[in-house]
């Protein structure tokens, strides 16, 4: 275990060296560190599915996706807030010298909250769009990283938070299978007030 913990800070270490480097890339990780971009291109990429498809099958396919998506990363937030009230990692600017391009978050470090959303909605998404999903995948990936690079979380926990929204949201994406006729109905019944 202490050799894993060894290699995750080295990793850590060299991806935040490059902080201070080139002005560009310093400027490029705090947007994609954000709180907001990744969250809203996800969001968007959701939507999109929701809203576009124009074939009555396909639609209905991507509006399960939708679902399958915003369920499946609600419920891999919770696996992580009931992971980190059980385990509690100091994050890498608290444990080491590093420079810092994000604020100072409080929570704990394992496993990372953002990587569990943004790959839970990537997991939705690949359901029923292969493309649209590894896209999202990528966006998730960068997210993740970005969060390395700036110094508040270590390579471990972007992994952790990773696999916990996929296998949550394909557990959800499982469960919701039998149900698919009820969710056909609903659909319909939102058809008919212009929401599907």
């Given amino acids: 275990m202490e050799a894993f913990s060894k290699a995750d800070t080295q990793v850590l270490l060299w991806f935040n060296g490059w902080v201070g480097r080139f002005d560009w890339l310093d400027s490029a990780v705090r947007y994609l560190a954000s709180d907001y971009l990744v969250p809203v291109l996800l969001s968007l990429i959701v939507l999109g599915m929701w809203l576009a498809p124009r074939e009555l099958e396909q639609r ?8 399958v998506a915003l369920a499946g990363m609600g419920f891999a ?4 807030y009931s992971l980190n009230a059980a385990v509690f990692r100091e994050r890498p600017f608290q ?16 496993p990372l909250h953002i990587a569990a959303v943004g790959f839970g909605f990537a997991t939705g998404i690949w359901t029923a769009n292969r493309q649209l999903g590894a896209l999202a995948a990528g966006l998730a990936g960068v997210w993740g990283l970005s969060r390395v690079i700036a110094g508040v979380s270590y390579p471990s926990d972007v992994l952790a938070g990773a696999a916990i929204g996929i296998v949550v949201t394909l557990a959800f994406a499982l469960v919701m299978r039998p149900l698919d006729p009820l ?3 609903v659909l319909q019944a939102a058809r008919w007030f212009h929401l599907a």
């Fill in 183 to 185: 969710f056909l109905r």
């Fill in 95 to 110: 444990e080491h010298v590093i420079k810092l391009l994000f604020y100072e978050p409080t929570d704990s470090s394992f």
């Fill in 60 to 67: 209905a396919r991507h509006q399960r996706a939708a679902v």
């Fill in 77 to 80: 937030a919770l696996a992580v």
